[in-house]
């Protein structure tokens, strides 16, 4: 895990968490209940992982499993009155989804190479 973790772009991984996370909280003034479910639930980290892996290059999913830690970590730190059902729930859409949006990169790549 060690050797896993010294190869991983930590740029990459912070880039894609803002382009996923960060920025959209700009919107979540405007966003109704439904759509800030939506785009923190599945978007950002569909997003998130896209960018950390094609930013990185190496290792994509990862880097998209990196983006979705650093994502549940800064939101766990924020929101932190949920049941540990919503929790769990929540980890696990959001790693799937990370990884889903490396992938898509990873396939994207592999098909125009």
Do not use: N
Request: with cysteine; hydrophobic share 65%; net charge positive.
């Amino acid at each position: 895990m060690r050797a896993v973790l010294r190869h991983l772009d930590w740029q990459a991984v912070f880039v894609g968490f803002v382009g996923g996370y960060a920025v959209p909280i700009l919107l979540a003034c405007v966003m109704t209940h439904g759509a800030w479910l939506l785009w923190f639930w599945i978007a950002a980290p569909i997003v998130g992982g896209y960018l950390a892996a094609r930013l990185a290059a190496k290792l994509p999913l990862m880097h998209g499993l990196a983006v979705a830690v650093l994502g549940v970590a800064i939101f766990a730190i924020v929101i932190s009155s949920r049941p540990l059902v919503t929790w769990v729930l929540w980890e696990a859409i959001t790693v799937a989804c990370s990884i889903f949006g490396a992938w898509i990169w990873r396939e994207h790549q592999r098909r125009t190479t």
